[in-house]
Every structure is written in structure tokens, then in C-alpha cells.
């Protein structure tokens, strides 16, 4: 069974367009993360929701606006998609600080 | 405060040993190590907490040095499957904010 599971694998879509990308956790945590990775690998931190609430909302444009309906469940949609939001978005969740952080396989955006 | 890795990149053969370093300017509350390899998501591989203590996972270890605000990995006895990129993240408070390293690609090679 998967244990973070993010939907879809790939999405390549033109600019302007909006997009979600959906993550669900059976591991039972309680907290839940999206991070942005470029073409260079950097690791970015967007948002931490703990028990479907915000709790890091780092400098992310207006555009991208996370949802957490349950405590397993987030999802990232994305308004006026840019070129530069071209990246691997992954989610991850955590029992919460200090525990060990499990990836979902991440989601390949390609903006064209 | 994203954390300063280094070497960027290592090559090594099969049986040799690295270390990977990572350093903060701020005081820090954990250091989780991660191991990504090409295509696949990170993977984690030990955390150290406050206490300067040292963790192994089979010939990898790490150590924390509170003092000096920095971390190291030690791969020891390297194997192929040792290759990817390694990812230091560190948390300055318990505030579920994880700031990763830039990686170190870790190439071992027969």
C-alpha cells in the first residue's frame, strides 16, 4: 500500500492555465507539507497544514492556494500558471517537528 | 535559514569512505538526513536531535555538534547503492519548518 500517494505523475499544461495536484496520506499523521524542487534540486518548503491547519505559508505567490478538507488529505491548486513554476512538487507528511518526513513520489509540472 | 552542504559532489569507488557536511548559522533544534536517488523521491535516513548524539543506519552514520551548528554524514565502506543526492534539513525551533541543503550528488562507481 502507498503511503503518500500524489495524483497526477505528470502535467504539462500551457501558461495561464489552472491546475490541482492531489496528495493523500494513510500513515496516519498528522501533519502534511508541500515543497517545490527545481532544476537544481533545491528542496523549497511551500506550506505545512497540521490537522487540516496552516501553519507555514512561506513567501509562495497569491496563485498557488493549498487545501486540506482531512487531516489526509492536501491538495495544491495553482491559478495563471507561469513558466517558472515549472518544477517537481512533492507532499509529504510527518507525525509533525522532529519526526522523520515521508515523500509522495511527486508530481512533474512542466509549464510551456 | 536554508543550511550550507558540502562538498557539492563526491565520486568514490566501491569501499571508500565520505563525509558530507552541514553547517547553520542559527542554533539548531534537528538535523534529518535524506537520500534522493535520480527520478524517486527523497528517502529518509536517520534525524539527531539536541544532544550532540550520533545515529548509524547499517554504514551510514551521522553526528551532531550543537556548538559547532553543523552535522556530518559519514558514509563508510561505500556501495553502489550508496549513489544519489544527500539531503541535510534542519529545523531551528519546533516549528515543523524544514529547510533543506543544496544536496550532495554521492557517485560510487565499481
Known amino acids: 500500500d502507498t503511503a503518500v500517494s500524489q495524483t497526477p505523475k505528470y502535467l504539462v499544461t500551457q501558461m495561464g492555465n489552472d491546475k490541482s495536484i492531489k496528495c493523500e496520506q494513510n500513515?496516519?499523521?498528522?501533519?502534511m507539507y508541500w515543497y517545490k524542487q527545481d532544476s537544481k534540486k533545491f528542496l523549497k518548503i511551500m506550506f505545512s497544514y497540521n490537522n487540516k491547519e496552516l501553519i507555514i505559508n512561506e513567501t509562495v505567490p497569491n496563485r498557488f492556494s493549498p487545501k486540506s478538507p482531512d487531516k489526509a488529505h492536501l491538495n495544491l491548486h495553482i491559478n495563471s500558471l507561469e513558466l517558472g513554476d515549472s518544477a517537481v512538487y512533492f507532499c509529504?507528511?510527518?507525525?509533525?517537528?522532529?519526526?522523520?518526513?515521508?515523500f509522495g513520489n511527486g508530481t512533474r509540472l512542466t509549464v510551456t | 535559514q536554508q543550511p550550507v552542504q558540502s562538498p557539492q559532489a563526491v565520486i568514490l569507488r566501491e569501499g571508500e569512505d565520505a563525509v558530507i557536511n552541514c553547517s547553520s548559522s542559527?542554533?539548531?533544534?534537528?538535523v534529518h538526513w535524506y537520500r534522493q536517488k535520480h527520478g524517486e523521491a527523497p528517502v529518509f535516513l536517520m534525524i539527531l536531535l539536541k544532544g550532540g548524539e550520533q545515529k548509524g543506519h547499517e554504514k551510514i552514520s551521522a553526528s551532531f555538534n550543537e556548538k559547532k551548528q553543523q552535522s556530518s554524514l559519514y558514509l563508510t565502506a561505500s556501495q553502489l547503492s550508496y549513489s544519489g543526492t544527500y539531503f541535510c534539513g534542519t529545523e531551528i525551533t519546533n516549528d515543523y519548518k524544514l529547510s533543506f541543503g543544496a544536496g550532495t550528488t554521492v557517485t560510487v562507481r565499481a
Open positions: 509529504a507528511s510527518s507525525y509533525g517537528t522532529s519526526s522523520p518526513l515521508h
Open positions: 542559527k542554533a539548531l533544534y534537528s
Open positions: 500513515l496516519g499523521h498528522d501533519t
